[in-house]
């Protein structure tokens, strides 16, 4: 019983229960309630179950599960056939080091805000499980990014709850003589220190920096306190912190990566500690650039120019002057790697410059988005074409068994001995769907709705306890949903809206024409219903006041009960909703979503896709697979822009989503709307997962030339 016990705290320290369902599901069975109170953390769920407990549980059938969970681990981490092995070898013997100012990997590890943080959990993942020797590098963020809490008004308010590390999967790392491993840097006048924590995600590594240590002052123990927290200054010294502090930790880890990739700028600075060691090493400056560039690949993922990291000549005087003095590299030289005016030492320093200036090859994250990238920096490479810059492009995807529901992973092993069939080819998910009935499609639906509603039913009871009784804008919600006439229900059409509330993401875009959508609600015999959620950014009042206004706008009589917002947005969140809903919403101003993942995640749910053309979307609709919210039109004027999309949103509903949706056959069964979902799958479900993008990265960027 003692080595069951040792095996299921083993398991508790590495991520990768968190995409095995049936792991997953031998710590929900510990205790319901405590997995769901501590977030689905099973490190903090087994501090709070005694070892007699354990002991006494795991002679039964609760122990055998946990066996064949512990092997089928052991058979994970110690596969040597992998596709690395058979196809990179290099990426066996050395690693790819992945910085990243935040990873999305499981709700119960707050270190990121988004999508680009839920990329980066996903390109992890499948780094792993494709056998690529990886290391992540980021920061521990204390505070993580905030809870997020709306008042009576329905303005978003933050709280940032503490991360306690003894909670959390996390170990020191340490010297050969088992002393922590420290690294120092300088920023500003002062000698900042770093302990270094290390999250094992599967056969990969992600390795955390945190200046919470008593030697630093106060203002820098308090740096690594929340995700894109703070000031311009506090932003510079997290990215000098991310940067040139992760290739401290790597060299003094003995670690020589076969390559460094920057995923956004933020951790641009990386390549200047790569020029110092270069530079101390006894190469010329001019030399140890192309070393450098030899070393280093960088993606892109901003489509708007303001939304580059760009800091002041003052500000890089002010936070890097000692450490550049140190190293033998003029405060003028770096400005002009890092410069988008070549003949300007004394304007803006641009992360994204620097990054593209000091790597070896750059893209972005659709095809789309490449060539606005290659368009938007065409000035750093004079003499060429737009189509000529050297910015390729690599689509963006989803780690499949992470997004896949348990109920949906479980229906689809009915028909498959993995998961991962279904995204190894067009044909091979075609093979699949060809055994699978539009009965059985139908029914995984209904299941899938049945357990978000329950959720929503849940929040909002959660919700209501909290309020004085009759009191706050969720009684009334909850009262509304369980009305005669307003309740959310399987039978109905759902469409789920859930992002970071950015304003050009445009969430309020539905509302627009507040009588047409109450006829499209409300319809007697076709009717919708909505679910939101997401966070504005707390420094962002206009996505603060977007989502002010969808909780205005479901509080109305005629949407009451049909329109829910969702509070505090996770991954766990997200996770039911792009399960349970039928139709994913996306409505970005155009080209403005460098690729969106949102939608990829929906596919083997059978939901279905309902967006603007941008991002990963123009590359994958083909008219039969979803639908498209216009034909990628762009208008100067925003007015002119909103009103046109709003309109082809509302005729698409009317005319396409609403009445494929409700025309059955004898058996009540959409058969028209199935096909487009056994469309979906077969061409989308293939081609956007990370298991591809990862390969693409390997063939194309990782191995050098």
């Known amino acids: 019983m003692q080595k069951k016990i040792i095996a299921l705290r083993e398991l508790s320290k590495n991520l990768w229960w968190s995409w095995d369902t049936e792991t997953k599901q031998i710590f929900e069975e510990l205790s319901p309630l405590l997995w769901e109170c501590t977030n689905h953390n099973p490190v903090e769920l087994l501090r709070q179950i005694s070892d007699d407990e354990l002991m006494a549980r795991s002679d039964c059938s ?64 499948s780094a792993s499980d494709l056998g690529i020797n990886f290391i992540g590098v980021t920061l521990f963020y204390r505070e993580g990014y905030f809870h997020q809490h709306l008042n009576h008004d329905g303005w978003q308010i933050e709280d940032y709850p503490l991360q306690s590390p003894e909670d959390l999967p996390l170990t020191k790392v340490t010297l050969d003589d088992g002393k922590d491993l420290i690294i120092s840097i300088n920023i500003a006048q002062s000698e900042i220190f770093a302990q270094v924590w290390q999250l094992k995600v599967g056969r990969a590594t992600l390795l955390l920096l945190d200046t919470n240590l008593a030697v630093n002052e106060a203002p820098y123990r ?86 580059h990291d760009r800091f002041s000549r003052d500000m890089i005087h002010y936070a890097l002057n000692k450490y550049l003095f140190k190293i033998g590299i003029p405060l003028d030289n770096l400005m002009l790697l890092g410069s988008e005016d070549k003949t300007n030492v004394h304007g803006l320093f641009t992360m994204t410059v620097l990054a593209l200036n000091l790597s070896r090859s750059a893209n972005g994250v659709s095809k789309l988005h490449g060539a606005v990238s290659r368009e938007m920096w065409q000035s750093l490479y004079p003499g060429k074409s737009v189509d000529e810059v050297p910015i390729g492009h690599i689509t963006n995807g989803v780690h499949t068994r992470t997004w896949s529901f348990g109920a949906t992973e479980m229906f689809w092993l009915k028909f498959v001995d993995s998961l991962d069939t279904m995204t190894l080819s067009r044909e091979q998910a075609e093979a699949v769907l060809a055994t699978v009935t539009d009965k059985d499609l139908w029914s995984l639906r209904y299941n899938l709705k049945r ?25 009334a919600d909850y009262y509304a949903c369980h009305s005669r006439k307003n309740t959310f229900s399987p039978d109905v059409l759902t469409i789920g809206f859930a992002r970071r509330f950015a304003t050009y993401k445009r969430a309020p875009l539905i509302f627009r024409d507040l009588e047409r959508l ?163 799958i077969a061409t989308i479900a293939p081609q956007y997962n990370t298991h591809r993008m990862v390969r693409d990265y390997a063939l194309q960027y990782y191995v050098s030339k």
């Open 451 to 475: 357990i978000l509603i329950d959720y929503i039913d849940r929040y909002l009871l959660n919700r209501l306890a909290r309020q004085s009784h009759g009191q706050g804008s969720f009684s």
């Open 518 to 680: 109450d006829k499209i609600i409300n319809h007697p015999i076709r009717p919708l219903q909505i679910v939101f959620a997401g966070k504005a950014h707390p420094h962002d009042d206009a996505g603060k006041d977007y989502i002010r206004q969808i909780i205005h706008h479901a509080r109305n009589p005629q949407f009451s009960g049909k329109v829910v917002f969702l509070e505090n947005y996770n991954l766990g969140v997200a996770k039911r909703m792009v399960a349970g809903v039928d139709v994913w919403l996306n409505t970005p101003v155009r080209p403005m979503e460098a690729s969106g993942t949102s939608g990829e995640k929906t596919v083997l749910h059978g939901g279905l896709n309902f967006s603007v053309l941008d991002g990963w979307w123009p590359e994958a609709y083909n008219g039969e697979n979803g639908f498209a919210i216009g034909n990628g039109e762009s208008f100067e004027n925003h007015e002119e822009q909103d009103s046109f999309d709003a309109e082809q949103l509302y005729s698409v509903l009317e005319n396409d989503i609403v009445p494929t949706f409700y025309d059955r056959n004898e058996h009540n069964i959409p058969v028209a709307w199935i096909q487009k979902i056994r469309n979906a």
């Open 222 to 307: 308090d740096l690594c306190c929340r995700v894109y927290g703070g000031d311009q200054t506090t932003r510079i010294n997290q990215e000098i912190l991310l940067g040139i502090g992760g290739v401290k930790v790597l060299k003094h880890m003995g670690i020589d990566p076969a390559v460094y990739h920057m995923n956004e700028g933020h951790s641009a600075f990386l390549t200047v500690e790569l020029l110092a060691n270069e530079i101390a090493d006894g190469y010329s400056e001019a030399e140890a650039i192309e070393r450098v560039k030899a070393k280093c690949v960088f993606t892109t993922h901003t489509p708007v120019p303001a939304g």
């Open 62 to 125: 609760f122990g055998e599960k946990i066996d064949k969970a512990h092997a089928r681990f052991l058979a994970y981490m110690n596969d040597q056939n992998t596709w690395a092995t058979n196809h990179v070898p290099d990426l066996v013997k050395k690693p790819v080091a992945y910085f990243s100012a935040e990873f999305g990997i499981h709700e119960s590890i707050q270190i990121y805000s988004g999508g680009l943080g839920v990329l980066a959990g996903d390109h992890l993942k």
